[in-house]
Each structure stands twice: as C-alpha cells, then as structure tokens.
T-cell receptor, first 114, second 114 residues
Framework: ETGVTQSPTHLIKTRGQQVTLRCSSQ?????VSWYQQALGQGPQFIFQ???????GRGNFPPRFSGLQFPNYSSELNVNALELDDSALYLC?????????????FGPGTRLTVL | AQSVTQPDIHITVSEGASLELRCNYS??????LFWYVQSPGQGLQLLLK??????LVQGIKGFEAEFKRSQSSFNLRKPSVHWSDAAEYFC????????????FGAGTILRVKS
C-alpha cells in the first residue's frame, strides 16, 4: 500500500510568482486536506477536498486555491507569492470526511519565497 | 474558536526517564483530540486519538494520553523514553462540522540525553 506522496520536495520561487504543489493520496482515500506549517509553528488548515468538492476552508486568502481529481489526487495552487508563504506544505488523506478517520500525512513540500 | 496550547516549547529528558507533554484545548463541545509526532524531514505520524469513552488512551510506541474535561487538558505520557523518541510533538483538536479540520498547537520539541 502506497502512502501519501507529495511533489516536489523542495521549491524556490520569487515574490509574485505562482506555484503548484501536488499530492497523491493513499490508495482508497477520498478526502485530502492541505496544511501550511511555518517555521517553528504548528500546521494550519488551508482547505479540504472531498470527492472533488471543497469541503471547508481555513483562514487563507483566495490566492490559495486547490483541486481534487477523479483519482483523488490533489493540487494546491498559490498565486502572487509573498515572502510569508515560505513554509512546509503538508497534504493529508483520509478515507471519508469525518473526524473518526485517521488522516495520513505526506512528507511535505518545502517552499521558499525569495 | 477552537485553539490548542502547548506550554512547553522545548523539553529535555534523560533516556529511560518518564515523560509528560502538556496540552490544553479550547472547544465548546466534546472534542476530538489527537497527538502527532514529527521527525526532521518527515510528515506527521499519529500517535493516538480520543473521540469518546475511556479517558485514558493508549497509542503507538508506548505512548498514552489522558483526557481531563475539567482541566481542558490532553497530556501525553510515556513511562520510559528512548533516544529515538527525540522529535517534535503536536497536539491537535478536530474542528469544523465533522471535526476533521485539525487545529494544531505550536508543538513541543523533545530532546533526549543519554
């Protein structure tokens, strides 16, 4: 069974650029959540996708957007990058959209904005 | 709004000594509570979770946690720490309609000295 994978591992962008991060969920999982973890902080919830529909969003501006595909993989897109967007971006997948299901996290994508 | 406080940023314990990591939460109803561990360069791994029932929860790697509603706490314990337990530990509460959007604390870095 393949776990949650994320690509790329590391990424360097400059302010104002756009970036796309990718996540492949664990086999059979239909829910994907994205989190931002700034240095020295805990992860913060960005949004969640359940069966290709957005299923909740945290306190992030609209320039953070996402997609979920029919195979339940997902993308996180960030437009107009700012220096404060530098962080580890974590993807987590679970079987159904509910708390009583473990979320499995990927290793993350480290984004640096210069 | 839901929140999680981990009062200790760093904790150092000797190998073989007992460990307790503190976690306090703010949540209106019965919370879904989690402890995750993060090693350098790794994603988050679930140690244990509390949804209902027995307030003493057993997890992986010999960890346990106790839910105390009166104190709004969910402290993580281990009777004997191993050098491989050195990592960062995050407490989280499940927020949102289904409790599946995790709100994390800032984390506690555990150092183990031999």
């Amino acid at each position: 069974e393949t776990g949650v994978t994320q690509s790329p591992t590391h990424l360097i962008k400059t302010r104002g650029q756009q970036v796309t991060l990718r996540c492949s969920s664990q086999s059979g999982h239909n829910t994907v959540s994205w989190y931002q973890q700034a240095l020295g902080q805990g992860p913060q919830f960005i949004f969640q996708y359940y069966r290709e529909e957005e299923n909740g969003r945290g306190n992030f501006p609209p320039r953070f957007s996402g997609l979920q595909f029919p195979n339940y993989s997902s993308e996180l897109n960030v437009n107009a990058l700012e220096l404060d967007d530098s962080a580890l971006y974590l993807c987590a997948s679970s079987l159904v959209a509910g708390a009583n299901n473990e979320q499995f996290f990927g290793p993350g994508t480290r984004l640096t904005v210069l | 709004a839901q929140s999680v406080t981990q009062p200790d940023i760093h904790i150092t314990v000797s190998e073989g000594a007992s460990l307790e990591l503190r976690c306090n939460y703010s949540y209106g109803a019965t919370p879904y509570l989690f402890w995750y561990v993060q090693s350098p360069g790794q994603g988050l791994q679930l140690l244990l979770k509390y949804f209902s029932g027995d307030t003493l929860v057993q997890g992986i790697k010999g960890f346990e946690a106790e839910f105390k509603r009166s104190q709004s706490s969910f402290n993580l314990r281990k009777p004997s720490v191993h050098w491989s337990d050195a990592a960062e530990y995050f407490c989280a509460v499940g927020a949102g309609e289904y409790g599946n959007k995790l709100v994390f604390g800032a984390g506690t870095i555990l150092r183990v000295k031999s």
